[in-house]
């Protein structure tokens, strides 16, 4: 399942000079956060003030080579499709239901970080009422790192568990949890038992493209094709049921909490769901 991302100010405020080089890595970053929304493994957390953010923007791009206007391009064409991302309500939080979310000291940068960062505080106070202490289920893209790939966002900009996580791009699936509220018995359908019938019938179901089987000579263990950037999974034909190590691995890949998982390929059919944090 995708996990939720709310963009910094230092990607939603261009109305302040910035290098080019600076606004390369934004666009590039842009650029990624767009490609894992496509591949279904992100969504973005809109507010009324985030959105505001865009349709506020001042420029002269003229010696920028338009990366601006990029960027612009990019950033509406996410903030318009409604399949790209989650819109939030916090109009009814009060001045006295949240703290100011903790900023680094590239965010201080933008002239919005102030404004953002009240907004962001409303949103993770909404949050925290409804995720366990030390969970999170958005975080906040790190421009640097998605742009280059090489690590080097700073995760201790501020004190750990006191604002969402700042995500580089091997971190979505590793530190941000399930967004969502499953309509399934979890412990039911925890233990079940899959088999190999229900792996055939139904995973199509969790996202994969084509299990491609063995072949005569080729042994006894088929592939599950995912999408591009996902992989595949091998299925054991050795093994009916399928052993739990296994599926563990089926459910990271897909995505799919364990027990959610269960239920897709047993019942045929994806469950209802909610979003946890869905500010009243």
Known sequence: ??????????????????????????????????????????????????????????????????????????????FQKQDYYVKID?????????????????????????????????????????????????????????????????????PRGSGFPIIGRDDLFETLDDAFLWDVNRQEYQRREIRIRHIERNYKLLGAEEIRSPGKTAGSHSKVKFPPGKGSWTLDLNHDPVLQKHLAELSRISGYPLHVMKYI?????????????VAK
């Open 1 to 78: 399942m995708p996990r939720h991302l709310i963009l910094s100010p230092v990607t939603l405020d261009q109305g302040i000079s910035r290098e080019k080089e600076s606004l390369q890595t934004i666009a590039v970053a842009v650029g990624k956060i767009s490609e894992l929304i496509e591949d279904d493994a992100a969504l973005l957390v809109l507010t009324k003030l985030l959105i505001d953010f865009l349709l506020e923007w001042e420029w002269d791009d003229e010696s920028k080579n338009g990366l601006l206007n990029q960027i612009y391009g990019m950033l509406c064409n996410l």
């Open 90 to 158: 916090l109009s009814g939080v009060g001045e006295d239901k949240y703290e100011r979310h903790p900023v680094t000291e590239l965010m201080q940068s933008s002239q919005l970080w102030e404004r953002w960062a009240n907004e962001a505080g409303k949103l993770l106070s909404h949050h925290n009422m409804a995720v366990d202490d030390g969970v999170f289920c958005i975080g906040i893209p790190c421009e640097e790192d998605l742009a280059d790939g090489e690590g080097r966002c700073n995760h201790q900009s501020y």
């Open 265 to 277: 390929l047993i019942e045929g059919k994806k469950p209802e769901k909610k979003l946890r944090f």
